[in-house]
């Protein structure tokens, strides 16, 4: 089974990057493998609320110059925001059951690298995936990403001295509280001015926005950001009423304004990756 992910875009006929921005939309898959389907103990509509909807529609709209990669095998199958030691042994038989209790809440929760629940549906599946299994799509999915990831970022920033990561997510409505969430690993994974250029042009959409809370950034900021060598990253969660329709599965007449917003947000840092000279570099 070839990697299902979708690399965009983003270089010159000579392939050099033409932005110092990268964008990653790793949760938006749609492809259900037989595999997984046939190991369900709950109709395939429970795997709806693993996905972060359609959020794929909304980078594809933003996206222009700048290199992307689209995962389309669905998070059900495999978590790319996960570490590939996150494994939960109730769901995956190659997991060491004496680290269940030291695991990560996430893991503890359910969403671990094979996630075993899906919202408040409960558990998924009628049987554990076996250590190959689980092996098998480390190899041909998760792997393979983060590795188009590492080389697009590490090309940007020979080009341009600098990489923005800018990792697209949704979330589910937060009641009366932000309407975007950024995250950067409480100040790990980013240096603070592509913060307030993000928080910005939320402000100038009418959208609060929140830092950190309640999602900070998981596996892909921490592999790949690197401020001190000039790589940051960025988590962006978009709420999903903003851009699906009112039962939040197809896209609505939000969609224009949220790709809108994030065409502007990409500008943005792009902006201040690049200053004077960077400008002054992607001109030539």
């Known amino acids: ?19 110092p921005v990268v964008l990653s939309v790793p949760h938006a898959g749609r492809d259900y493998p037989a595999a997984l389907l046939g190991a369900l103990r709950l109709p395939a509509t429970a795997l709806v609320a693993l996905e972060d909807r359609f959020v794929d529609a909304v980078a594809d709209g933003a ?42 809440a996430k893991v503890r929760s359910g969403l671990g690298l094979v996630p075993r629940r899906g919202g408040a549906a409960g558990d998924l599946w009628r049987r554990r995936f076996s250590a190959v299994e689980v092996a098998a799509r480390i190899a041909q999915d998760h792997r393979p990403y983060h590795d188009a990831l590492a080389a697009a970022l590490a090309a940007v920033q020979r080009r341009f001295g600098v990489a923005v990561l800018l990792d697209i997510h949704s979330m589910p409505p937060l009641g ?42 998981g596996h892909i900021l ?20 903003l851009y699906l329709d009112a039962a939040l599965d197809q896209p609505g007449v ?31």
């Open 222 to 241: 921490e592999r790949h950001a690197a401020p001190a060598r000039g790589i940051h990253a960025i988590q962006i969660e978009f709420d999903r009423t």
């Open 254 to 284: 939000g969609l224009p304004m949220v790709v809108a917003l994030l065409r502007r947000m990409i500008a943005a840092v792009a902006d201040e990756a690049l200053g004077d000279d960077g400008r002054a570099l992607a001109a030539e």
């Open 176 to 217: 009366d509280h932000a309407r975007v969430v950024l995250g950067d690993r409480f100040g790990q994974a980013a240096a603070p001015r592509f913060i307030a250029r993000l928080e910005a042009e939320a402000a100038r959409s009418g959208l609060r926005s929140a830092l950190n809370t309640p999602y900070a950034g």
């Open 1 to 19: 089974m070839d990697a299902a992910f979708d690399s965009i875009g983003g270089t010159d006929r000579d392939g050099a990057p033409l932005s």
């Open 63 to 104: 996206q222009t110059r700048e290199t992307m990669l689209v995962q389309r095998r669905a998070r059900a199958w495999i978590d790319l925001n996960r570490g590939e030691s996150e494994r939960d042994p109730r769901v995956d038989e190659g997991a060491r059951p004496q680290a269940l209790p030291t695991a990560s």
